[in-house]
């Protein structure tokens, strides 16, 4: 096995804890850097995945960031689809009636109304920090500056993202992707964009598809994992993701990105 391009995903996946990759995961990569690209692929924000590249030597390679709404190149912008304020502000109508609150990310910014346990989980995990304004204050100031949301994350209870998403999906299937990351968290972005239709794009004209392994675990990264020549789910994935998978390997608290790659990937 022997692939010349990485994409992975971060959380619960090649991150063995929550905010990091672990000392054996960065000498897996460090070992096949030579011969192979590695393209982080996450929810995540730019800011929240440099760290990570640096950790692993990689700074010099792209980042798709939002799932694919944003994707870096350097210092270049290759692709950037957002959600327009018109759409944002309908959504936000429907959230406050539901008592949910948003966290609205464009580019390395990342706006919430009040600090919060899940808040402060993501301030950990991703080692960024948010400013904290009132939606509508954001949804004003993208609109005077004609910009828009590469991410949306929905924070509720159980019981609100439960009673939320099925009117979600009525209203927005046709212009957002509306992914339900845990119980209490729903992330949206643009229609037009996935992981996979980011790597396309990154890869066109010098690589194809076969030419890729890729690491996932949750519902986002299945389409990627189907679609590459070799797709790999995370011991603690999914079922649905483990089932479209080439193979499964180790959680992600067991290494097992680097141990999958220490078993079979040979340069």
């Not at 011969?35 to 010099?60: C, E, F, N």
Request: glycine share 4%; aromatic share 6%; hydrophobic share 35%.
């Amino acid at each position: 096995m022997n692939h010349k391009i990485l994409c992975s995903d971060l959380d619960g996946t090649l991150l063995s804890t929550k905010s990091d990759v672990s000392p054996f995961t960065i000498s897996e990569i460090n070992r096949i850097r030579p011969t192979t690209k590695i393209i982080l692929v996450s929810a995540r924000m730019p800011k929240s995945m440099r760290y990570i590249q640096k950790d692993l030597g990689i700074a010099h390679e792209p980042i798709i960031c939002y799932n694919g709404a944003l994707v870096i190149d350097g210092e270049e912008e290759i692709h950037s689809a957002i959600i327009e304020a018109e759409t944002l502000e309908s959504l936000y109508e429907l959230t406050k009636e539901h008592s949910i609150k948003l966290g609205l990310y464009y580019k390395d910014e990342w706006f919430v109304e009040e600090n919060s346990e899940r808040v402060n989980k993501e301030i950990n995990n991703t080692k960024t920090d948010p400013v904290y304004q009132k939606n509508s204050e954001t949804i004003k100031d993208w609109k005077n500056r004609k910009v828009g949301a590469h991410k949306i994350m929905l924070m509720g209870t159980f019981e609100t993202i439960e009673r939320i998403q099925p009117k979600l999906l009525s209203l927005y299937s046709n212009k957002l992707n509306i992914y339900r990351s845990n119980d209490t968290l729903i992330e949206v972005s643009p229609k037009s964009v996935s992981k996979l239709s980011a790597i396309e794009l990154l890869i066109k004209d010098m690589h194809s598809l076969n030419d890729i392994i890729a690491f996932g675990d949750n519902y986002n990264d299945a389409e990627m994992l189907q679609q590459v020549n070799c797709g790999v789910a995370m011991g603690n994935a999914r079922d649905e993701v483990k089932n479209i998978a080439d193979h499964t390997t180790l959680c992600n608290t067991q290494d097992g990105v680097a141990s999958f790659l220490n078993q079979h990937f040979k340069i």
